[in-house]
């Protein structure tokens, strides 16, 4: 975990640690991460930009990896 200069904790994390996270397998594509996204998040459907997309994977595999890290 790196700081930012106002103190803020900063994390950082592969695509295929969000992959792996979010599907499951580190090579998933972008339309299984996509699909599994929606599933997790109980949504109908999918916002139009793959960038928020991607930011959900991430605060998905953020969540995993703080839940992982306080059970250790």
Do not use: N
């Amino acid at each position: 975990m790196l700081q930012s200069l106002s103190g803020v904790p900063i994390f950082e994390y592969t695509p295929l640690q969000v992959k792996q996270a979010v599907v499951g397998y580190g090579r998933a594509d972008k339309m299984q991460v996509q699909r599994m996204v929606k599933m997790i998040l109980h949504e109908e459907k999918l916002p139009k930009l793959d960038d928020t997309t991607d930011s959900m994977a991430i605060a998905i595999c953020h969540a995993h990896s703080a839940k992982f890290s306080k059970s250790l």
